[in-house]
Protein backbone atom coordinates (compact mmCIF):
# COMPACT_ATOMS: atom_id res chain seq x y z
CA UNK A 1 0.00 0.00 0.00
CA UNK A 2 1.41 3.38 -0.84
CA UNK A 3 2.09 5.63 1.85
CA UNK A 4 0.07 8.55 0.41
CA UNK A 5 -2.85 6.86 0.11
CA UNK A 6 -2.70 6.31 3.58
CA UNK A 7 -5.37 7.72 6.01
CA UNK A 8 -4.76 6.20 9.28
CA UNK A 9 -1.77 3.52 10.11
CA UNK A 10 -2.32 1.88 13.68
CA UNK A 11 0.78 0.23 15.11
CA UNK A 12 0.41 -2.51 18.02
CA UNK A 13 -1.89 -0.24 19.95
CA UNK A 14 -2.57 -1.08 23.23
CA UNK A 15 -5.05 0.29 26.24
CA UNK A 16 -5.56 -1.66 29.22
CA UNK A 17 -7.56 -0.51 32.52
CA UNK A 18 -6.17 -2.25 35.37
CA UNK A 19 -6.27 -5.68 34.40
CA UNK A 20 -9.24 -4.97 31.33
CA UNK A 21 -7.35 -5.52 28.43
CA UNK A 22 -9.39 -3.09 26.36
CA UNK A 23 -7.02 -2.58 23.44
CA UNK A 24 -5.01 -5.23 22.80
CA UNK A 25 -2.50 -4.96 20.24
CA UNK A 26 -4.35 -3.73 17.02
CA UNK A 27 -2.15 -3.18 13.79
CA UNK A 28 -3.94 -1.69 10.55
CA UNK A 29 -4.05 0.11 7.51
CA UNK A 30 -6.88 2.27 6.54
CA UNK A 31 -7.03 3.85 2.91
CA UNK A 32 -7.89 7.41 2.33
CA UNK A 33 -11.47 7.48 0.74
CA UNK A 34 -12.48 4.14 1.95
CA UNK A 35 -15.31 3.26 4.42
CA UNK A 36 -13.68 0.98 7.29
CA UNK A 37 -15.84 -0.90 9.67
CA UNK A 38 -14.33 -2.56 12.97
CA UNK A 39 -17.19 -4.87 13.88
CA UNK A 40 -17.54 -6.24 17.40
CA UNK A 41 -19.65 -7.52 20.09
CA UNK A 42 -20.40 -4.98 23.01
CA UNK A 43 -17.35 -4.42 24.93
CA UNK A 44 -14.74 -5.64 21.85
CA UNK A 45 -12.82 -2.29 22.38
CA UNK A 46 -14.13 -0.41 19.96
CA UNK A 47 -15.15 2.72 21.62
CA UNK A 48 -11.73 2.44 23.26
CA UNK A 49 -9.81 2.01 19.79
CA UNK A 50 -12.18 5.39 18.62
CA UNK A 51 -10.58 7.65 21.35
CA UNK A 52 -7.24 6.59 20.92
CA UNK A 53 -7.35 7.43 16.92
CA UNK A 54 -9.33 10.80 18.07
CA UNK A 55 -6.48 11.55 20.89
CA UNK A 56 -8.59 11.63 23.80
CA UNK A 57 -7.31 9.10 25.70
CA UNK A 58 -3.36 7.83 25.50
CA UNK A 59 -2.85 4.68 24.76
CA UNK A 60 -1.30 2.08 27.08
CA UNK A 61 1.64 1.13 24.27
CA UNK A 62 1.60 1.06 20.38
CA UNK A 63 1.13 4.41 18.29
CA UNK A 64 -1.01 5.59 15.02
CA UNK A 65 -0.86 8.07 12.57
CA UNK A 66 -4.12 10.13 11.73
CA UNK A 67 -3.77 12.19 8.74
CA UNK A 68 0.11 11.65 8.74
CA UNK A 69 0.36 12.74 12.72
CA UNK A 70 1.00 10.93 15.55
CA UNK A 71 -1.81 10.44 18.13
CA UNK A 72 1.08 10.90 20.63
CA UNK A 73 2.15 13.97 19.51
CA UNK A 74 0.10 15.52 16.76
CA UNK A 75 -3.26 16.15 18.77
CA UNK A 76 -3.72 19.41 17.62
CA UNK A 77 -3.27 19.23 13.67
CA UNK A 78 -5.66 15.88 14.00
CA UNK A 79 -8.33 16.99 15.83
CA UNK A 80 -8.66 20.27 12.91
CA UNK A 81 -9.01 17.63 10.59
CA UNK A 82 -11.90 14.88 11.88
CA UNK A 83 -15.01 14.43 12.79
CA UNK A 84 -16.07 12.38 15.33
CA UNK A 85 -19.79 11.13 16.23
CA UNK A 86 -19.43 9.39 20.02
CA UNK A 87 -21.14 6.62 20.80
CA UNK A 88 -22.87 8.97 23.75
CA UNK A 89 -24.29 11.36 22.66
CA UNK A 90 -22.97 14.24 23.82
CA UNK A 91 -25.05 17.98 22.35
CA UNK A 92 -25.57 20.85 24.13
CA UNK A 93 -29.39 20.27 25.60
CA UNK A 94 -30.01 24.09 26.13
CA UNK A 95 -29.28 24.60 22.64
CA UNK A 96 -31.54 24.44 19.39
CA UNK A 97 -30.66 21.52 16.87
CA UNK A 98 -29.15 24.76 14.21
CA UNK A 99 -27.61 26.28 17.34
CA UNK A 100 -25.62 23.07 18.20
CA UNK A 101 -24.48 22.38 14.87
CA UNK A 102 -24.02 26.29 14.14
CA UNK A 103 -21.28 25.71 17.72
CA UNK A 104 -19.18 23.05 16.10
CA UNK A 105 -19.11 25.68 12.85
CA UNK A 106 -17.57 28.33 15.00
CA UNK A 107 -15.59 26.03 16.88
CA UNK A 108 -14.03 25.10 13.47
CA UNK A 109 -13.21 28.38 12.49
CA UNK A 110 -16.08 28.18 9.92
CA UNK A 111 -17.89 32.10 8.77
CA UNK A 112 -21.24 32.39 10.15
CA UNK A 113 -23.59 32.81 6.83
CA UNK A 114 -21.72 29.72 5.17
CA UNK A 115 -22.63 27.88 8.80
CA UNK A 116 -25.90 28.89 8.66
CA UNK A 117 -26.84 27.50 5.14
CA UNK A 118 -24.59 24.44 6.01
CA UNK A 119 -26.71 23.57 9.14
CA UNK A 120 -29.85 24.01 7.33
CA UNK A 121 -29.59 21.87 4.88
CA UNK A 122 -28.14 19.28 7.28
CA UNK A 123 -30.81 19.12 9.86
CA UNK A 124 -33.07 18.93 6.75
CA UNK A 125 -30.90 15.97 5.11
CA UNK A 126 -31.38 14.47 8.86
CA UNK A 127 -35.61 15.29 8.96
CA UNK A 128 -35.37 17.54 12.33
CA UNK A 129 -35.07 20.70 10.68
CA UNK A 130 -38.57 21.35 11.57
CA UNK A 131 -37.99 21.13 15.26
CA UNK A 132 -37.37 24.66 17.16
CA UNK A 133 -36.87 24.33 20.51
CA UNK A 134 -34.23 23.42 22.92
CA UNK A 135 -32.77 19.53 21.63
CA UNK A 136 -33.09 18.81 25.61
CA UNK A 137 -36.76 17.67 24.32
CA UNK A 138 -35.75 15.47 21.60
CA UNK A 139 -36.35 11.63 21.40
CA UNK A 140 -33.44 9.91 21.50
CA UNK A 141 -33.11 9.07 17.36
CA UNK A 142 -33.78 12.90 17.03
CA UNK A 143 -30.44 13.55 19.43
CA UNK A 144 -28.32 11.10 17.46
CA UNK A 145 -29.15 12.15 14.08
CA UNK A 146 -28.17 15.69 15.09
CA UNK A 147 -25.04 14.91 17.04
CA UNK A 148 -23.85 13.03 13.58
CA UNK A 149 -25.02 16.18 11.95
CA UNK A 150 -22.54 18.16 14.18
CA UNK A 151 -20.08 15.69 13.32
CA UNK A 152 -20.37 16.45 9.58
CA UNK A 153 -20.74 20.01 9.53
CA UNK A 154 -17.13 21.30 8.44
CA UNK A 155 -16.69 18.15 5.88
CA UNK A 156 -14.03 16.44 8.14
CA UNK A 157 -11.03 14.43 6.04
CA UNK A 158 -11.55 11.31 8.42
CA UNK A 159 -14.86 10.94 10.01
CA UNK A 160 -15.17 8.10 12.78
CA UNK A 161 -18.70 6.81 13.62
CA UNK A 162 -19.28 5.12 16.61
CA UNK A 163 -22.52 3.17 16.26
CA UNK A 164 -24.27 6.13 13.92
CA UNK A 165 -27.49 4.08 13.97
CA UNK A 166 -27.88 3.00 17.97
CA UNK A 167 -31.35 2.99 19.44
CA UNK A 168 -32.97 4.56 15.41
CA UNK A 169 -35.92 3.02 13.78
CA UNK A 170 -35.74 1.36 10.61
CA UNK A 171 -36.64 4.51 8.50
CA UNK A 172 -34.58 6.51 10.50
CA UNK A 173 -31.47 4.12 10.29
CA UNK A 174 -32.03 3.64 6.86
CA UNK A 175 -31.93 7.84 6.61
CA UNK A 176 -28.64 7.63 7.96
CA UNK A 177 -26.94 4.96 5.81
CA UNK A 178 -28.21 6.37 2.57
CA UNK A 179 -26.53 9.53 4.21
CA UNK A 180 -23.12 7.72 4.54
CA UNK A 181 -23.42 6.37 1.12
CA UNK A 182 -23.47 9.55 0.07
CA UNK A 183 -20.32 10.44 1.87
CA UNK A 184 -18.61 7.91 0.61
CA UNK A 185 -18.66 9.80 -3.31
CA UNK A 186 -16.86 12.92 -1.15
CA UNK A 187 -13.56 11.32 -0.41
CA UNK A 188 -13.96 11.51 2.61
CA UNK A 189 -12.67 8.39 4.89
CA UNK A 190 -14.90 6.74 7.54
CA UNK A 191 -14.49 4.82 9.97
CA UNK A 192 -17.24 3.28 11.65
CA UNK A 193 -17.41 1.03 14.79
CA UNK A 194 -20.44 -1.13 15.04
CA UNK A 195 -21.97 -4.02 16.16
CA UNK A 196 -24.66 -4.32 13.52
CA UNK A 197 -23.71 -7.04 10.90
CA UNK A 198 -26.33 -5.87 8.16
CA UNK A 199 -24.61 -2.16 8.68
CA UNK A 200 -21.41 -3.43 8.52
CA UNK A 201 -21.95 -5.27 5.41
CA UNK A 202 -23.82 -3.01 3.59
CA UNK A 203 -21.92 0.14 4.07
CA UNK A 204 -18.55 -1.03 4.38
CA UNK A 205 -15.44 -1.18 1.59
CA UNK A 206 -13.45 -3.35 4.26
CA UNK A 207 -14.39 -4.81 7.81
CA UNK A 208 -11.76 -5.79 10.52
CA UNK A 209 -13.79 -7.86 13.35
CA UNK A 210 -12.57 -7.36 16.72
CA UNK A 211 -13.08 -9.56 19.65
CA UNK A 212 -11.78 -8.89 23.41
CA UNK A 213 -9.69 -6.18 22.13
CA UNK A 214 -7.92 -8.29 19.12
CA UNK A 215 -8.47 -8.00 14.96
CA UNK A 216 -9.36 -11.58 14.60
CA UNK A 217 -10.02 -11.02 10.82
CA UNK A 218 -10.46 -8.57 8.20
CA UNK A 219 -11.16 -8.09 4.34
CA UNK A 220 -14.08 -7.20 2.31
CA UNK A 221 -17.57 -8.73 3.22
CA UNK A 222 -17.80 -10.88 0.81
CA UNK A 223 -13.88 -12.03 1.03
CA UNK A 224 -15.10 -12.53 4.97
CA UNK A 225 -17.61 -14.51 4.15
CA UNK A 226 -16.00 -16.72 1.68
CA UNK A 227 -13.48 -17.11 3.63
CA UNK A 228 -15.10 -17.66 7.65
CA UNK A 229 -19.01 -17.96 6.33
CA UNK A 230 -21.08 -20.63 6.51
CA UNK A 231 -22.62 -21.78 3.09
CA UNK A 232 -25.66 -20.62 2.01
CA UNK A 233 -28.86 -23.19 2.38
CA UNK A 234 -31.58 -23.24 -0.22
CA UNK A 235 -34.64 -25.10 0.97
CA UNK A 236 -37.15 -26.45 -1.60
CA UNK A 237 -40.96 -27.82 -0.50
CA UNK A 238 -42.36 -30.43 -2.97
CA UNK A 239 -45.87 -31.78 -2.99
CA UNK A 240 -44.01 -35.04 -4.83
CA UNK A 241 -41.39 -36.95 -3.16
CA UNK A 242 -40.62 -37.99 -7.05
CA UNK A 243 -40.03 -34.53 -8.10
CA UNK A 244 -37.43 -33.81 -5.04
CA UNK A 245 -35.66 -36.72 -6.41
CA UNK A 246 -35.78 -35.54 -9.76
CA UNK A 247 -34.00 -31.69 -8.43
CA UNK A 248 -31.61 -33.91 -6.07
CA UNK A 249 -30.09 -35.79 -9.39
CA UNK A 250 -29.85 -32.76 -11.28
CA UNK A 251 -28.03 -31.03 -8.77
CA UNK A 252 -25.72 -34.07 -7.81
CA UNK A 253 -22.94 -32.61 -10.31
CA UNK A 254 -22.82 -28.83 -9.65
CA UNK A 255 -19.61 -27.78 -8.36
CA UNK A 256 -20.26 -25.47 -5.92
CA UNK A 257 -23.16 -27.66 -4.49
CA UNK A 258 -21.89 -28.81 -0.64
CA UNK A 259 -24.77 -31.12 0.39
CA UNK A 260 -27.98 -31.98 -0.03
CA UNK A 261 -30.44 -33.16 2.51
CA UNK A 262 -33.92 -34.23 2.97
CA UNK A 263 -36.30 -33.56 5.59
CA UNK A 264 -40.08 -33.26 6.16
CA UNK A 265 -41.81 -30.02 6.65
CA UNK A 266 -45.16 -31.12 7.99
CA UNK A 267 -46.43 -32.70 4.91
CA UNK A 268 -44.11 -31.48 2.46
CA UNK A 269 -41.03 -33.15 1.54
CA UNK A 270 -38.18 -30.69 1.63
CA UNK A 271 -34.75 -30.61 0.16
CA UNK A 272 -32.19 -28.00 2.20
CA UNK A 273 -29.40 -27.29 -0.38
CA UNK A 274 -25.93 -26.18 0.87
CA UNK A 275 -23.91 -24.43 -1.54
CA UNK A 276 -20.76 -22.20 -1.69
CA UNK A 277 -20.61 -18.86 -3.42
CA UNK A 278 -22.79 -15.61 -3.92
CA UNK A 279 -26.04 -14.77 -5.04
CA UNK A 280 -24.08 -15.62 -8.56
CA UNK A 281 -24.61 -19.45 -7.43
CA UNK A 282 -27.88 -18.91 -6.40
CA UNK A 283 -29.07 -18.31 -9.84
CA UNK A 284 -26.84 -21.01 -11.82
CA UNK A 285 -28.46 -23.66 -9.18
CA UNK A 286 -32.00 -22.72 -9.89
CA UNK A 287 -31.19 -22.60 -13.77
CA UNK A 288 -29.17 -25.72 -13.67
CA UNK A 289 -31.25 -27.57 -10.95
CA UNK A 290 -34.34 -26.55 -10.56
CA UNK A 291 -35.96 -24.61 -13.42
CA UNK A 292 -37.23 -27.65 -15.22
CA UNK A 293 -38.99 -28.64 -11.88
CA UNK A 294 -40.34 -24.94 -11.02
CA UNK A 295 -44.12 -26.23 -11.50
CA UNK A 296 -43.58 -28.76 -8.95
CA UNK A 297 -41.85 -26.39 -6.03
CA UNK A 298 -44.45 -25.35 -3.49
CA UNK A 299 -42.08 -23.07 -1.77
CA UNK A 300 -38.70 -22.28 -1.56
CA UNK A 301 -36.74 -20.20 0.97
CA UNK A 302 -33.15 -18.93 0.77
CA UNK A 303 -30.55 -18.15 3.81
CA UNK A 304 -27.44 -16.50 3.02
CA UNK A 305 -24.57 -16.80 5.07
CA UNK A 306 -23.56 -13.70 6.66
CA UNK A 307 -21.17 -11.97 8.79
CA UNK A 308 -22.81 -13.26 11.34
CA UNK A 309 -21.89 -16.28 10.65
CA UNK A 310 -18.10 -15.34 10.20
CA UNK A 311 -18.25 -14.09 13.90
CA UNK A 312 -20.04 -17.24 15.23
CA UNK A 313 -17.46 -19.23 13.10
CA UNK A 314 -14.21 -17.49 14.12
CA UNK A 315 -15.32 -17.17 18.07
CA UNK A 316 -18.07 -19.83 18.55
CA UNK A 317 -20.80 -17.19 20.02
CA UNK A 318 -22.79 -14.64 18.15
CA UNK A 319 -22.21 -10.82 17.65
CA UNK A 320 -25.76 -9.80 19.88
CA UNK A 321 -25.51 -12.27 23.04
N1 LIG B 1 -12.49 4.20 31.34
C1 LIG B 1 -12.53 2.90 31.52
N2 LIG B 1 -12.14 2.32 32.68
C2 LIG B 1 -12.15 0.99 32.84
N3 LIG B 1 -12.54 0.12 31.90
C3 LIG B 1 -12.95 0.60 30.73
C4 LIG B 1 -12.98 2.01 30.46
N4 LIG B 1 -13.42 2.20 29.19
C5 LIG B 1 -13.67 0.99 28.69
N5 LIG B 1 -13.39 0.01 29.60
C6 LIG B 1 -13.49 -1.44 29.40
O1 LIG B 1 -12.82 -1.76 28.20
C7 LIG B 1 -13.51 -2.76 27.47
C8 LIG B 1 -13.82 -2.26 26.08
O2 LIG B 1 -14.80 -1.24 26.15
P1 LIG B 1 -15.29 -0.41 24.89
O3 LIG B 1 -16.24 0.62 25.36
O4 LIG B 1 -14.12 0.04 24.12
O5 LIG B 1 -16.06 -1.52 24.06
P2 LIG B 1 -17.02 -1.37 22.78
O6 LIG B 1 -16.53 -2.37 21.78
O7 LIG B 1 -17.10 0.04 22.37
O8 LIG B 1 -18.41 -1.88 23.36
P3 LIG B 1 -19.92 -1.39 23.00
O9 LIG B 1 -20.33 -2.16 21.77
O10 LIG B 1 -20.69 -1.84 24.17
O11 LIG B 1 -19.91 0.07 22.80
C9 LIG B 1 -14.73 -3.09 28.31
O12 LIG B 1 -14.43 -4.22 29.08
C10 LIG B 1 -14.92 -1.88 29.16
O13 LIG B 1 -15.56 -2.18 30.36
MG1 LIG C 1 -18.62 1.32 22.09
Not at 9 to 17: A, N, R, S, T, V
Not at 59 to 67: F, K
Not at 187 to 203: C, P, Q
Not at 252 to 273: D, G, H, M
Amino acid sequence: MNQDSIAIEIKDLKKYFKEVKAVDGVSLKIKKGELFSILGPNGAGKTTLVRMLTTILTPTDGDANVNGHSILTGKNEIVKKIGVCPQVITIYEVLRAEENVEFVAAMHGMPRDESKEKAKKLLEDFGIAGRKDWSKRFSGGMKRRLNLAMSLIFEPEILFLDEPTAGLDPQARRLVWDFIRELKNKDITIILMTHDMVEADSLSDRVAIIDHGKIIAKGTPTELKEKYGSDNALEVSFIEQEDLEIVKKNIQNIPFVANSSEIQRKERKTLIISFQGGLKNLVRLLQQGLIDNIDEVENMKFRQNSLEDVFLNLTGRRLRD
